[in-house]
């Protein structure tokens, strides 16, 4: 039984927007602070945004502005909304704990952003 499911990636055009979903079990999510990260090819996982179980919000500052992360405690679920979307943005995107667990990875969603 997959831990965490993350969905809703997709092909979008340069400025568009996508609603990326994460659930995850209950173990691994409550009251403790959930991130999403990003993996494009060749380059390392970062983390883009982190939302505490209380709500406060981080992120990074290539994202900032444009990605909203939020999160339901009460379904175990973590939201991001991704805005005025770039090509540089194109990459699985994950979520996990933050910082990260490496037994909490999932199978990701890809986003791809090109005209």
């Known amino acids: 039984q997959a831990q965490v499911v993350e969905s809703g990636g997709g092909l979008v055009q340069p400025g568009g927007s996508l609603r990326l979903s994460c659930a995850a079990t209950?173990?691994?999510?409550?009251?403790?602070?959930m991130g999403w990260y990003r993996q494009a090819p060749g380059k390392q996982r970062e983390l883009v945004a982190a939302i505490t179980h209380d709500g406060s919000t981080n992120y990074a500052d290539s994202v900032k502005g444009r990605f909203t992360i939020s999160r339901d405690n009460a379904k175990n679920v973590v939201y991001l909304q991704l805005n005025s979307l770039k090509p540089e943005d194109t990459a699985v995107y994950y979520c996990n704990r933050v910082p990260r667990v490496a037994d909490y990875w999932g199978q990701g969603t890809q986003v791809t952003v090109s005209s």
């Open positions: 209950a173990r691994i999510f409550t009251f403790y602070t």
